[in-house]
């Protein structure tokens, strides 16, 4: 006894599947009540879970970070590399912070200064890598560090304050004297034309 291993099909004109022939009016009949195509995918959905299907495959979705909306598929490289809110962290300090922030903090954080152990100078973090590759490891004493720059200042600050205060006192004692020139004067005038009114 020979069993025929190849049935004839068609193919259903609502799924485009095929479907055995002497099955087809039976299948054609539950496709068409309980199936529709997706509009966005083409595929085959229940009719009672099509809308569920779109919300969770193609409708538009919001960035938990910054809540701008866009597809579904560049989400997760929106948040990894697009995303102004996604989190990263500074150059120079490690610190986690949002990238929108990210420029601002390492203009700040790069301007602080490290103390290179091979020279003994102060240098800007953001210079960092440049000098190590450039360290000779020779301290130079031409070049004070900054602290030494600082003090230095500080010293020859001191007699310009002196100076100022110096010249602060002359203006006030000058005013005063000024203040009480005026202040005479205008007792003297005053006196001079009430003698003047009673003639």
Do not use: W
Not at 141 to 147: F, I, T
Not at 162 to 188: C, D, H, K, N, P
């Amino acid at each position: 006894m020979a069993i025929a291993t190849e049935e004839t099909t068609r193919i259903c004109n609502h799924c485009d599947r095929a479907i055995p022939s002497s099955n087809i009016d039976l299948h054609h009949a539950h496709c068409s009540r309980n199936l529709e195509r997706c509009k966005v995918c083409g595929d085959m959905i229940p009719k009672k879970h099509a809308e569920e299907h779109f919300l969770n495959t193609h409708a538009p979705v919001a960035c938990s970070l910054c809540s701008e909306t866009m597809e579904r598929e560049i989400l997760a490289i929106h948040k990894g590399e697009i995303c102004p809110q996604r989190i990263v962290t500074c150059d120079f300090c490690e610190f986690p912070l949002p990238a929108i922030d990210l420029a601002e903090h390492q203009e700040v954080c790069g301007n602080r200064t490290e103390l290179c152990h091979l020279c003994n100078r102060y240098v800007r973090l953001r210079e960092r890598y440049n000098h190590e590759s450039r360290c000779t490891g020779i301290a130079e004493n031409n070049e004070g560090s900054s602290r030494d720059v600082r003090a230095a200042e500080r010293e020859q600050a001191r007699p310009r304050r002196q100076a100022s205060e110096y010249s602060r006192r002359r203006i006030l004692f000058t005013i005063a004297i000024t203040g009480i020139a005026v202040l005479l004067g205008s007792l003297f005038f005053q006196k001079k034309t009430d003698s003047s009114q009673v003639h």
